[in-house]
């Protein structure tokens, strides 16, 4: 039975593009993870996507022991491997906290920011309820199947178009939702009193690279088992076809380093 269940679970995710596990944590839980958030410095200092009442916490479990055990319990690994497969790594993290008066964060796939090739794996855990008044998800199922056109307002990318029957997904503290960063999305303004708190894991193959994150990387998952470390390196960085994939970002980068070269210079 619980074969059956996982194939449907993974059949949903492929049509669809997300699904969502009710009660996977407590509240407890939820709320420890919290304070653990809050109290901790991300690796690389304050977001330049907080504004106003809505702050991001980005890159936190690099300075947090409890939240690389969080991230990399064998709950979540057993829940991933169905999906990515028994090897992955952490590319990214980042947590929302939408206080009353926060705005809308606006249509976009993560594809857009990250400007990746491949797909990758969005675990969204609910911290707190999540409500269309309150800032919650919104999603447009079946939108993961391409890559969409994407354009730059302000410090936002933001789909170009207009999306195509989108729904609210509403949650309880302790819910997860997994989509695929080609999934469209947007959080809607928080015009209730209260804060609607989000954490999002960004979740990646080892077989696959995403050449803008700087070592030392997060693996979580080797043969289907937690298994938590930095590694200075992983597979998907010496796959030629990965390589080939990235060749314009390689030159984009080398162009930058020889112009800061001769700066100093």
């Not at 709320?31 to 702050?55: A, F, Q, V």
Request: proline content about 5%.
């Amino acid at each position: 039975m619980q074969t059956l269940i996982e194939e449907n679970i993974v059949e949903k995710f492929q049509e669809q593009g997300y699904v969502i596990i009710r009660d996977f944590f407590s509240t407890e839980e939820m709320n420890d993870l919290i304070e653990e958030i809050s109290s901790t410095k991300p690796r690389h200092g304050s977001s330049c996507l907080t504004k106003g009442t809505m702050t991001f916490y980005s890159e936190v479990f690099f300075n947090n022991q409890k939240i690389q055990n969080f991230i990399s319990q064998q709950k979540i690994v057993d829940f991933l491997k169905q999906f990515i497969g028994p090897d992955f790594w952490v590319r990214w993290d980042q947590a929302v906290a939408k206080r009353p008066g926060s705005g809308i964060f606006p249509w976009h796939q993560d594809n857009g920011y990250s400007r990746l090739k491949d797909e990758y794996y969005q675990l969204w855990i609910s911290l707190t309820d999540g409500t269309p008044e309150n800032g919650g998800l919104w999603l447009v199922p079946g939108s993961h199947k391409e890559f969409l056109p994407h354009k730059e307002v302000e410090n936002h990318v933001t789909y170009d178009g207009t999306p195509d029957n989108p729904i609210s997904i509403q949650t309880k503290a302790g819910d997860i939702v997994l989509f695929s960063s080609l999934m469209l999305h947007k959080t809607t303004p928080n015009i209730t009193q209260g804060t609607r708190w989000a954490y999002v894991i960004e979740y990646m193959s080892l077989n696959h690279l995403d050449p803008t994150v700087d070592a030392p990387y997060f693996v979580v998952a080797r043969d289907g088992k937690s298994h938590p470390e930095f590694v200075q390196s992983y597979p998907g960085q010496f796959n030629l076809i990965n390589q080939i994939k990235y060749l314009d970002v390689r030159l984009k980068q080398l162009k930058y380093f020889l112009f800061e070269r001769h700066q100093k210079n």
